[in-house]
């Protein structure tokens, strides 16, 4: 099975997703860097962004969503099983190629995201306890069928082959990574910082910025992580059309 997306796949596939729970404005660019969104466009105010952005600041870039609540106040509940649980993201989709995190190239799109679940723990090895927290992934989201009709997944590992993974890999079978990157909350703003040096082709990016919820499949099976639930996407179509400014950045 491949697992080569093409933009045309990506843009079919959340295009359609995004139309049906967008905010009925779309949002601009803020400054020519983040994307300004306009409130009202989420049901739960922890959730409806109305700023996203990634700066550079001296040798760190900087992953910044604010939005119209108190970010990170609102988390699933715990219903004491693995299968069917229930994950809470904020999350950065880029341009960003899917190997310089250490998965192999080409594999969808790499996106930083935020989340918390209270049902499983999925740290890098020696870091594994991390459901009592948010905390920080990578992972790398495509389109399947299997989720719905134009959903998302978090692409699984193909389980013919022996792909590539990066050494904070938490040993799932998804292409998601667990870097030390602990993400900061101050009211209504979620920040994570994240070494320049890890980024190549940084500034060079697009990114957007999207709250969602994420189930696991009940069975157990492949596909085994589909986002359920797209809460806010700030540019209203999953265009990726932020770009990351330079110097100290939006605020």
Not at 64 to 88: C, K, L, M, N, Y
Request: glycine share 12%.
């Amino acid at each position: 099975m491949s697992f080569e997306i093409t933009r045309g796949m990506l843009a079919a596939a959340t295009g359609a997703l995004a139309l049906s729970l967008a905010a009925p404005l779309a949002a601009q660019p803020h400054h020519g860097a983040g994307i300004a969104a306009p409130r009202g466009s989420a049901a739960l105010a922890d959730f409806d962004i109305v700023q996203a952005s990634i700066a550079v600041e001296r040798d760190q870039a900087v992953f910044r969503i604010q939005v119209a609540g108190q970010a990170g106040a609102t988390r699933p509940q715990e219903t004491g099983r693995f299968a069917g649980s229930d994950v809470h993201a904020y999350v950065w989709p880029t341009t960003l190629d899917s190997g310089i995190v250490g998965f192999d190239p080409g594999q969808g799109v790499l996106a930083l995201a935020v989340t918390f679940h209270p049902d499983f723990d999925d740290g890098a090895p020696g870091r594994e306890r991390n459901r009592h927290v948010w905390h920080s992934h990578w992972v790398v989201l495509g389109p399947d069928a299997a989720c719905g009709d134009a959903a998302l997944k978090v692409q699984d590992l193909p389980r013919d082959r022996h792909p590539r993974v990066p050494g904070d890999w938490p040993g799932v079978p998804l292409m998601i990574s667990s870097p030390d990157l602990p993400p900061t909350f101050s009211g209504d703003t979620i920040e994570v910082r994240v070494p320049m040096a890890e980024l190549p082709g940084l500034r060079e990016a697009r990114f957007d910025g999207v709250t969602a919820g994420l189930k696991v499949n009940g069975n157990l099976h492949a596909p085994l992580l589909c986002v359920a639930q797209v809460f806010d996407v700030a540019s209203g179509n999953l265009s990726l059309p932020g770009r990351v400014a330079p110097g100290g950045g939006t605020r």
